[in-house]
């Protein structure tokens, strides 16, 4: 069975970090874009960040860029985000995904994970 599992959300004041991770299981990821994705309630489940099997491409939302870093390790099968100067806007479910090839768009992923909560205090 294959499977993505987070860790590593919470709580924390506007202006801080968290990093959050993503361990894949069941399968090896090789070709796959991972990457990550966020929701609150009411709102369609938007795109954040996403790093190529190769590791030659990551992409950000312009929402997050220069705050929020994606990595990968490949032989972990894990995907990491590392979230910088938090706001209060970035309180959301974050949801891990693997989808093959290197375009990341909620059609397009074949694994999700749980989901880890965020939430950013003022």
């Known amino acids: 069975q294959v499977q993505l599992v987070e860790s590593g959300g919470g709580l924390v004041q506007a202006g801080g970090s968290l990093r959050l991770s993503c361990a894949g299981s069941?399968?090896?990821?090789?070709?796959?874009?991972m990457g990550w994705f966020r929701q609150t309630p009411g709102k369609k489940r938007e795109f954040v960040a996403a790093v190529t099997w190769g590791l030659n491409s990551r992409s950000y939302a312009d929402s997050v860029k220069g705050r929020f870093t994606s990595s990968r390790d490949n032989a972990k099968n894990t995907v990491y985000l590392e979230m910088n100067s938090l706001k209060l806007e970035d309180t959301a479910v974050y949801y891990c995904?693997?989808?093959?090839?290197?375009?990341?768009?909620?059609?397009?992923?074949?694994?999700w994970g749980q989901g880890t909560q965020v939430t950013v205090s003022s």
């Open positions: 069941g399968r090896t990821f090789s070709g796959f874009a």
């Open positions: 995904a693997a989808a093959r090839g290197a375009t990341m768009s909620p059609d397009r992923v074949d694994y």
